[in-house]
């Protein structure tokens, strides 16, 4: 059954949004937008306000100047639960689904349909009408599901039929939701924004992926440092131009304008047949002062073999030694008191510590350098410590004690660096590293890990950026069905050359 179509022109305008919070100002005079029956895109660097708009929308934020009209009309939200009555919805990275709940539990949660004098719930009905929703999306899932046992794609689409199957639902926003995504999984995605675009639906679609952008939007507003820099038709703006209007200065090529290591040392690391339960036998050698990429598909084993070497997935055999020293991490304690350290590709679950300060988040791998032999914490070093990371990796923060949380994913990512930099480890391990980030902020981490390379460090680089493991890396090592495929040199090294080793694979060209 086709849910009826809703065709009222509709629209969201913001009127002179102005947002500060203690020491910073999130957005200024904000004026704009958007209406029914296409897709917005939201753009910017990273803390440019994207996301604090949308909180002010969702009613998370109250504005501190400024209104918004909703078909005309002037409102205010004071929770996402006014919004959502308002046919506002907001799907964000986080799921907002309640895992040990059924499929059709979460869609109809607070208002599930009742029968009866003792209005008892009606599973039944309940069940009908998420098989209705089920079907008018063309997905693979049953309304008694767990959504625990779903994959997170389809997490995800809960969360959007669940927003869906409110009739008056109006404006609909994605905020960076495909991160976890596989290709397959994003196309589905897009089919259900065309859907709700067809339907007259608002949609506002946050991210940094410049294909997907002129894949699925139709416009794109741009914004600058909490300022609003206009709104452009997708094909009537060219990415170099995007790109200056979102950080404010021209790129160029990134890759060509950073400061490498000229002076690669002696071999720091040597991985000697090394294999876990989710690896064959790898080898390879690491020297100071090298960016070695490791590329491949998703499911290659990049990630895994890493893991091991920390001690973070049991080894089954093979050898790993550090300056001709023969090492044994038992635990990711151990690697990092040998001078090994991983920055892990999810931030969200394996990075930060969501419910301390951005302060406590950088000097929480260094408690044993700042504590006495007694175990008693030295407060001065401890301070001098957290606002020496916030300098030195350029966190934009108002105060060390600010929640991580609240920073923008690429202020998070440094405080993860700064951490682990804090520990002065020999080798640096960056598993997606700018995976979310803009690309304003992508130049910084780039230069930041030329300087981690021409302080003498051995660095390890995954990424499925095929451009980045190539700009960044002097050997590439490509990996297919988690076994080394071929290593490659910078100078000889190109995108076709990596991906005929991630997906036909040869010969090991001896990683030395």
């Known amino acids: 059954m086709q849910k009826e179509v809703y065709r009222l022109k509709s629209s969201v305008e913001f009127c002179n949004i102005t947002k500060y919070f203690p020491g910073v100002k999130a957005l200024e005079n904000i004026c704009f937008q958007v209406e029914s029956g296409e897709v917005l895109a939201f753009m910017g660097e990273n803390g440019a306000g994207k996301s604090t708009l949308l909180k002010i929308l969702n009613g998370d934020y109250q504005p501190t100047e400024g209104k918004y009209l909703i078909d005309g009309k002037e409102r205010h939200f ?17 799921r907002q689904i309640l895992m040990d709940l059924s499929v059709a539990e979460n869609i109809f949660l607070g208002r ?8 008892q719930i009606d599973m039944k009905e309940a069940y009908r009408r998420t098989q209705e929703i089920i ?15 779903l994959s997170i794609a389809y997490q995800q689409m809960v969360e959007i039929m669940k927003a869906y199957s409110r009739e008056n639902l109006k404006l609909i926003a994605f905020d960076e939701p495909t991160a976890s995504l596989s290709d397959s999984e994003i196309d589905s995605l897009f089919k259900i924004i065309r859907k709700l675009k067809d339907e007259g639906k608002m949609i506002i679609y946050v991210s940094h992926r410049m294909k997907e952008i002129q894949t699925i939007t139709d416009k794109i507003a741009i914004f600058k440092d909490g300022t609003y820099m206009g709104t452009y038709g997708v094909h009537e703006i060219s990415e170099e131009e995007l790109i200056h209007k979102m950080v404010g200065r021209n790129l160029g090529d990134v890759y060509n304008n950073l400061e490498r290591n000229q002076h690669i040392g002696d071999v ?36 895994e073999i890493m893991r091991g070497i920390i001690g973070a997935d049991k080894v089954l055999s093979g050898e790993i030694f550090l300056e001709n020293k023969k090492i044994v991490n038992r635990d990711p304690g151990d690697a990092e008191k040998n001078g090994i350290v991983m920055v ?28 006495s032999a007694l175990g008693i914490m030295n407060r001065v070093k401890e301070r001098e410590m957290q606002q020496r990371g916030i300098a030195d990796f350029r966190i934009k923060t108002p105060n060390a004690e600010k929640k991580i949380v609240e920073l923008s994913g690429g202020n998070q ?3 993860i660096v700064a951490r682990w930099m804090g520990t002065n480890p020999k080798v640096v391990i960056l598993d997606e590293p700018t995976k979310g980030i803009d ?28 451009p980045e493991v190539i700009g ?23 995108e076709e050359v990596l991906l005929s080793l991630a997906m036909i694979g040869g010969n090991q060209d001896g990683a030395e």
């Open 78 to 94: 004071n929770n996402p639960s006014e919004a959502i009555e308002a046919g506002i919805s907001v799907i964000y990275q986080e």
């Open 112 to 119: 599930l349909p009742v029968k009866g004098i003792l209005k």
């Open 135 to 149: 079907d008018d999306f063309g997905l693979d899932m049953k309304p008694g599901d767990m959504v625990k046992d």
């Open 268 to 303: 720091l690391l040597e991985v000697k047949n090394l294999r876990t339960e989710y690896t064959k036998e790898i080898s390879f050698t690491l020297r100071k002062g090298e960016v070695l990429g490791f590329s491949g598909l998703v499911g290659a084993g990049r990630t």
């Open 344 to 371: 892990p590709e999810d931030r969200k679950t394996q990075g930060i510590l969501a419910n301390l300060g951005v302060g406590e988040n950088i000097t929480i791998g260094s408690l044993h350098r700042n504590s």
């Open 413 to 415: 990512q440094k405080a």
């Open 439 to 466: 690309i304003g902020a992508k130049s910084e981490f780039y230069q930041m890990i030329c300087e981690f390379a021409k302080q003498g460090l051995g660095v390890i680089l995954i990424s499925s950026e095929l």
């Open 472 to 494: 960044l890396s002097d050997r590439i090592i490509v990996m297919k069905g988690r076994e080394i495929a071929g290593e490659i040199k910078r100078e000889e090294a190109n």
